[in-house]
């Protein structure tokens, strides 16, 4: 009893603080403690909804957005926190290591009152484009929506995030099973679905479904750059006896035949027609049959398709630490280099207390994704370019030759196909006046220049990128 008169004399004396007092206190509080004093008596509870206070806390992101803007698109400040909160879980770079052994890279950044997630895709040029692949909209109340983009930009296919560890570095997005009416998924086909009651007439509502869904999945797929032969992507346990020759649009139209088909034969009744086709079953099909159909940029009359386990509606990500550039570790971040005849790969560089390290992003079948490609310690730094050195820069031209200020020493990574026997040899790190670096596998004198990645200078181009 006596404790609890105590707390009473405390919080009496606490509130006759003036309020811009406790509004200061307040604001140096955690979300999750602002919400808990909200819970303490009605007087702190109104102090703890201040406009005021709510938006001063989303000052945080105005280098990112325009707060204000964004405000008066949302029904309070605190709304407006608890969307940005939630937004900063998701900015930044993902992988998809499930799309092995080339990766995956998405790249999620700030869009128009959502956040766009993007996937880097490489050209055969060499050049490195971003692609948008979801979209998180804020809504009104501080809560979010997750959709697909496909083929058609009128059209998004609704999913929904899942993380998958507590401290919120790996989620997954999965398709929601929503209604073919729902607006979420195609307001235009709303009124086709709500005043048919026949089974013809609901058809090709989902037959339309089922082709942007099938756009979808191309968008899901592995980056689309070919990296020899198709196969290089699968292990042999995915091989299966039937190896089908046909075109894309062939498969598509046989396999939608067949569904056809099915329906056609059932029990003529309208309402079972309708909940097969509300089941979502071509749908379903399409995704588990085309999960490889579009893995693979191979513009042929024929192509090869492989059955594959379920992959593409449910993939997991996992986030990636990008180490910015600062004295002492200018060469931290995100480079891109050419790997020879696989084409444009994509590395990650990063410190540790005497290495260089550069990680594989976007890999190959010999040195897959998430593997180390090369190493130096940074304790072998040399200014003084040996002329045995020079000699074997000579293949890159003499300019890059005599461009070189730096290098280390330390070891590359080669490996058989399928990353089999994998082996360090000795290499050097080159740095180049001009910003870029290259490194040198000293006992096959093959030599890879690598470039700066900036994602964040290709946001600006995504407009004109949204057919995969």
Known sequence: MRQRKK???????????PEDAIICILKKLSYENLITVGFVCKSLNHLASTESLWMSMCSYW?????????????????????????????????????????????????????????????????DVILRPLCEVAGLQDGSFKMQLFTEDVDFKFPAKLIWTSIEEVEFEFQLCNSNIGSSSVNPRDTE????????????????????HLVSMVKSLGT???????????????????????????????????????????????????????????????TIQY???????????????????????????????KIDEPKPGQELAGLWKGIYGPHGLEILNVSYTNDEIVATKLLGDPHVPC???TFKVKLSSVNTDVPMDLRRILMGLGEEQALDIYRLY????????????NPQWVPGRLLVQL???????????????????????????????????
């Open 290 to 320: 085309l999960t490889l159909a579009y893995a693979f940029d191979n513009q042929t009359p024929g192509t090869k398709i492989f059955s594959s386990s379920d992959r593409i509606n449910k993939s997991a990500y996992t986030r990636l």
């Open 409 to 420: 020493r330390g070891c590359g990574r080669i490996a058989d196909y399928r990353f089999v």
């Open 370 to 372: 998430g593997e180390v």
């Open 223 to 285: 980056d689309r750059r070919v990296i020899g032969d198709d196969d290089e992507f699968l292990d042999d346990d995915e091989f299966l006896d039937e190896t089908v020759y046909l075109s894309h649009e062939q498969l598509l139209h046989r396999f939608l035949r067949q569904d056809i088909h099915e329906a056609s034969t059932r029990d003529q009744d309208s309402t079972t027609n309708r909940e097969w086709l509300h089941g979502r079953h071509i749908g379903h099909r």
């Open 192 to 211: 086709i679905v709500d005043n048919s009651s026949s089974h013809m007439s609901s058809e090709p509502t989902k037959l339309l479904q089922t082709m």
């Open 62 to 126: 105005k280098g990112c957005i325009d707060v204000r803007e964004w405000r008066t698109r949302l029904n309070s400040g605190k709304a407006l926190f608890r969307l940005l909160r939630s937004f900063q879980k998701l900015i930044g770079v993902w992988s998809a290591s499930e799309l092995y052994p080339r990766g995956g890279v998405l790249y999620i950044n700030w869009g128009d009152l959502c956040l766009i997630g993007a996937r880097v895709w490489t050209r055969s040029d060499g």
């Open 434 to 468: 001009n910003g870029n670096m290259a490194f040198l596998w000293e006992d096959v004198d093959f030599v890879i220049s690598f470039r700066r990645l900036h994602l964040e200078s290709l946001s600006s181009e995504l407009e004109g990128n949204y057919f995969p």
């Open 7 to 17: 707390s009473e004399e405390e919080m009496a004396h606490l509130l006759e603080i």
